[in-house]
């Protein structure tokens, strides 16, 4: 990967905050969308979902999970070249006597201030652990990339 590739899926990630979240659901293929952060240090993104939503139903019966981060429409892109990366994944939840658990809600918080509230209710935040990352940056810039590589994307921040 590039440095303008790098900076490119950095770009993406820190000014795209809402995700695409593939589960299964009964066997069945079921996408919401949720609000993610990236934990510090990474390579793990971070989610905080109600324990009455399906995809947290989901994701603690079936852990391998994907996310879809994609940049908003530009009328002078055509769609099959808007930048966006692929998560394919593993969720597990983080209880709050996990090591991290701390340092990821402080992570999410920072992203998403008005979400405090939310930490007193039947919210989790789950930690998806990524197994390989396709970031497409546009028409012949496809790459695929493991989790030790988007760290070290992410460490060049």
């Known amino acids: 990967m590039n440095p303008a590739q790098s900076l490119a899926l950095r770009d993406l990630l820190s000014g795209q905050p809402i995700a695409s979240l593939g589960t299964l659901h009964d066997g069945e293929p079921f996408v919401s969308m949720v609000p993610f952060a990236l934990l510090p240090g990474g390579p793990d993104f971070l989610?905080?979902?109600s324990q009455m939503s399906a995809h947290t139903q989901d994701m603690l019966s079936s852990p391998p999970v994907s996310l879809l981060v994609i940049a908003p429409p530009n009328?002078?892109?055509?769609?099959?070249?808007?930048?966006?990366?692929?998560v394919q994944g593993l969720a597990s939840r983080l209880d709050e006597s996990d090591p991290v658990h701390a340092a990821a809600q402080a992570a999410y918080l920072?992203?998403?201030?008005?979400?405090?509230?939310?930490?007193?209710?039947?919210?989790?935040?789950?930690?998806i652990r990524p197994r390989m990352l396709r970031f497409v940056g546009g028409f012949g810039q496809a790459l695929s990339?493991?989790?030790?590589?988007?760290?070290?994307v992410l460490s060049k921040a």
């Open 145 to 152: 990339l493991t989790p030790e590589m988007f760290a070290g």
């Open 110 to 127: 920072a992203r998403f201030p008005q979400s405090a509230p939310m930490f007193e209710l039947d919210f989790s935040l789950f930690a």
């Open 47 to 49: 989610i905080h979902v």
């Open 75 to 86: 009328p002078d892109v055509p769609p099959q070249a808007q930048a966006r990366v692929t």
